[in-house]
Structures are given as structure tokens and as C-alpha cells.
């Protein structure tokens, strides 16, 4: 056991799951990357759907120690509100951290995966986030694809893959009916998955990696930001 991690809570990384390979080798490096950050904490992987252990699963393994839950999601949408406060409420000892976003280093992030694939200074860049039916969730991503505008020097509009408006396909129809040389999707989404791979089906004509990819380290950035929330 890492030095102190008894006193200390444990963190309980908790992602969305999925059945990608890729996927899941991507936030296992992120969680990993996390524990070689903080050796003095004990550090678990849970997942709210598709995948086992469960946050609750993951609290009960836990020796009675308290626990705090750090949601791997992008934004506060139903896995935040309802699956993981209601994990939280099954113990005293346990708290919620908030969501990885907004943060102006994810539109960073951002930014750095459309620089990768070649971002041309005529592009109409239109983000990519898997999207919600909480309208505080949906303002999340329109304040990333704000602060990522901010970042390019131009307009970005954010569209969805699920559960709100405009859905990824129509948004990048309509900047091309608008005129559009070229459409490049910025990817807001965690990592490789069912999402990540109907952004690439959506029309445009080049889609960034999400910000996870399972052949790369995870950005430093991300890491920083899982910790702060754990801290918070």
C-alpha cells in the first residue's frame, strides 16, 4: 500500500465503460497515470454502465475507508446527478467530486488533437461531444467549444451524438451548405468507443482523435485535472 494512502481517501475513478478494447486501454492508462501522480493515494477504476466493478462495488471493497468518487465524464449530465450521487449517498464517508468539465485545458486538449491532424486556417471546425439531456450538461460543452474558439481564433459550434441539439450529422451539413472548403470535427469526447466512432461517420471530411488514445500516454493535463477534482 503507498505510503499515508490509509489516511487518505480513495479515489474512485469512475468512467462511463464500454466494449472498446481501445477504449478501455485508454482510461486505464489515464487511471494508471493517476496513481503514478499520487503514490500516496489508493487509486480504483469503476465504471457507471457497459463495464464491472461499479462504484458502489468499488466502495464496498474498500475496508470501510472513505472514499471519494471523481467522475471520468466531461460533463455533469444523468451519470453524474443520478448514478454516481446516488452511489455517493449510500455511505457518510463518501463524496462526489465534480466533472473533468468545463476546463479551459480540455479545449486546450482540443486544440492539440486538431493541430495533429492538420487544422488548415479556412476550416469550419465543429466539436464533437456526445451530449446529454441535462441542460447544464449541454451548457458544459457549449462553454468548452467557447473557450476552444477562443483558443483557434474562430467560430466552433457544438453539436451532439445523442440527446440534444443539433446532432453532429446536421451540424456539419449545414457548414458545408454554408460554404464550408472543408469541415473538420473536433472530438470532445473521453476516449475511442461507440461515440468516437459515429463522429467519424458523421460527414465531415477530418475528425480528431477523442482526447484519450490508447497508443499514447495520457495528456499530462488530463491527469492534472482528475487530481484537482479528487482535491476539491
Known amino acids: 500500500m ?14 462511463h465503460g464500454t466494449g472498446s478494447p481501445s477504449g478501455r486501454g485508454a482510461v486505464g492508462g489515464l487511471v494508471a497515470a493517476v496513481a503514478r501522480r499520487r503514490p500516496d493515494l489508493q487509486v480504483r477504476s469503476a465504471f457507471v454502465d457497459v463495464q464491472p466493478p461499479s462504484p458502489l462495488r468499488v466502495m464496498r471493497d474498500s475496508d470501510s475507508r472513505p472514499t471519494r468518487i471523481v467522475p471520468l465524464l466531461l460533463s455533469a449530465g444523468y451519470h453524474v446527478f443520478v448514478d454516481l450521487t446516488a452511489a455517493a449517498e449510500t455511505s457518510a464517508t463518501t463524496t462526489l467530486a465534480p466533472a473533468l468539465g468545463p476546463d479551459v485545458r480540455l479545449a486546450g486538449l482540443l486544440r492539440d488533437r486538431l493541430v495533429e491532424i492538420g487544422l488548415r486556417d479556412d476550416d469550419v471546425v465543429v466539436m464533437a461531444a456526445a451530449g446529454s439531456s441535462e ?21 466552433v459550434t457544438p453539436a451532439y451524438l445523442s440527446a440534444a441539439s443539433p446532432r453532429l450529422d446536421e451540424a456539419v451539413a449545414a457548414a458545408r451548405a454554408g460554404g464550408a472548403h472543408r469541415v473538420v470535427v473536433a472530438t470532445y469526447l473521453l476516449a475511442p468507443g461507440f461515440f468516437a466512432d459515429l463522429a467519424t461517420r458523421a460527414g465531415a471530411d477530418v475528425v480528431s482523435g477523442p482526447l484519450l488514445l490508447a497508443h499514447q500516454p495520457p495528456p499530462p493535463a488530463l491527469v492534472d485535472i482528475v487530481v484537482e477534482r479528487y482535491l476539491a
Open 2 to 15: 503507498p505510503p499515508n494512502s490509509g489516511r487518505l481517501p480513495v479515489l474512485v475513478a469512475s468512467s
Open 135 to 155: 441542460p447544464s450538461a449541454v451548457r458544459d460543452c457549449e462553454q468548452v467549444a467557447d473557450d476552444l474558439a477562443a483558443l483557434l481564433g474562430r467560430p
